[in-house]
């Protein structure tokens, strides 16, 4: 009789939750794909495919509170955007961890500045992209600049990138030359995931870490429908070891860059599974 609508299993209400959902839809400054603007609802959809019974951690999502806000009104302008994301997260109460669906890449940078405003963060961002250009497109705000922008914020005590394969030279060079910790996907092909993300974890030396999945650091052939996709990426399984390993000391995540008009839904299906994942694997503790 009623159509089903926000995440699957996200039927408490704020007050009494403990993970959050927010939609931030925009896509404001995609430069090759546009559309991730239609992200959030495209993974909602796809979270209803997913039994709320978790085998893997023995627990019921139905059981866990969580609440989903719904969408924020982004518009188009990256930098009312930002300033409404950082409202956003002064907004949320401290006890619920939130899961945020975008959107581009750009959406990480005022959240990683709000989460460290309530203590020292260390960011671990999947990605393909080096994403560290000074400016892109004639903004600062660009999707393209979203990890030199989230090295800038206050309070963030470390950082770390797995899943690298593209950027310009000077992005390489600016990594290399600040000591910028990242880890290339031929590195985790050759090594392992195990390995490269312990290393990782090792040297971000941090309690809270804060996880976003730009989703183009998995492969196309897993992850199709993103903005700038990018061959030879991650696993599907890589990146779910990583929600595993991660959860448990995560104050939130992202999931970013789908672009549902690309997609047969695979794309789709692999967010929602990975931020359920999320969902469980903390709430297992
Ligand atoms: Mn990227």
Known sequence: M???CGFADADADLQDAGYVVVGLPFDGTASFRSG???????????????????????????EIAICDLGNMDLGADPVYAEETIKECIAFLPDRAVPIFLGGEHSIAPPIAEGLAQKGSLGVL?????????????NTRYSHACASRRILEKKGIGAYAAIGIRSGCKEEFSFAKEGGISYHSSREVHERGIEDVLERAIEKMNCERI?????LDAIDPAFAPAVGNPEPFGLSSWDVSRVVERVAPQAVGMDINEL??????????????RLARQFIARKAKG
């Open 125 to 137: 961002v999947l990605d393909a992209h080096l994403d560290l250009r000074e400016s892109f497109g």
């Open 36 to 62: 991730s603007r239609e992200g959030p609802d495209a993974i909602r959809l796809a979270s209803f495919n997913f039994e709320s019974y978790d085998y893997n951690y023995d627990l019921d999502l139905s």
């Open 2 to 4: 009623f159509q089903r």
């Open 259 to 272: 672009t549902p008009a690309y997609d047969h839904g695979q794309t789709a299906l692999l967010a929602a």
């Open 210 to 214: 804060y996880l976003s999945i730009d």
